[in-house]
């Protein structure tokens, strides 16, 4: 799987757009992109994922380059309850399964 | 659905103790991931089956760690004897697919083992 790279830490501001980086710029055609987030003390909890096209749900948006070397997770009005570790991770699917391997991500702390 | 559930929540041992983690996965997910998480390390998938077949077990940091999946429901985690170096949180994740892309992971609470 295509290695990432992300900010060890951002802070945002309660209220506004939290924009997380992610440079994968090995990743190959069939790789996708996840999210997982981790708040403190709890297991990591899924945000979204995505191929080449732009994604979004209730929880985010992903954004991916034209040429998939990068892409943004964009929670559009952060609150405190995001203040987490976010993980991006590239990876090919495995019929038999789906591990995912997890990079150092980025501490977002969303600040009052 | 309780979500994937994790016992016990905390444990604490003596070097040289037998140690089993326990996790249930979410009902019809036949996916089970075994991860563990340091602070130097990060988090590290340890063991991973489906369909209770263990798939990949070359996270597995010795032969002090078994893992099994005796059934869809139920699977252990084993560290026998245990060393102050295995102190980590622990985490089972389960997925429901095995095909398709919208097959993301449900994690645990955790286990946080301290060993003395």
């Known amino acids: 799987d295509a290695k990432t790279t992300q900010p060890t830490s951002m802070d945002c501001a309660e209220g506004r757009a939290a924009n997380l980086p992610c440079n994968h710029s090995t990743i190959s055609g069939n790789e996708y992109v996840y999210w997982y987030r981790q708040i403190h003390s709890q297991g990591p909890q899924y945000i979204i994922h995505g191929l080449k096209n732009n994604e979004t749900n209730e929880m985010a948006s992903l954004i991916i380059t034209e040429d998939r070397k990068s892409s943004t997770l964009i929670l559009p009005h952060a609150t405190l309850r995001d203040t987490a570790v976010y993980y991006c991770i590239v990876r090919v699917f495995y019929n038999a399964g789906n591990m995912l391997t997890f990079g150092g991500g980025t501490r977002l702390m969303v600040k009052p | 659905d309780a979500g994937v559930i994790q016992s016990p929540r905390h444990e604490v041992t003596e070097m040289g103790q037998e140690v089993t983690l326990r996790c249930k996965p979410i009902s019809g997910h036949n996916s089970l991931f075994w991860y563990r998480q340091t602070m130097m390390r990060g988090l590290e998938l340890l063991i991973y089956?489906?369909?209770?077949?263990?798939?990949?077990d070359s996270g597995m940091p010795e032969d002090r760690f078994s893992a099994k999946m005796p059934n869809a429901s139920f699977s252990t985690l084993k560290i026998q004897p245990s060393e102050p170096r295995d102190s980590a949180v622990y985490f089972c994740?389960?997925?429901?697919?095995?095909?398709?892309?919208?097959?993301?992971?449900?994690f645990g609470p955790g286990t946080r083992l301290t060993v003395l």
């Open positions: 089956f489906n369909n209770n077949v263990p798939i990949d």
């Open positions: 994740a389960s997925t429901p697919a095995t095909s398709g892309t919208d097959n993301e992971q449900f």
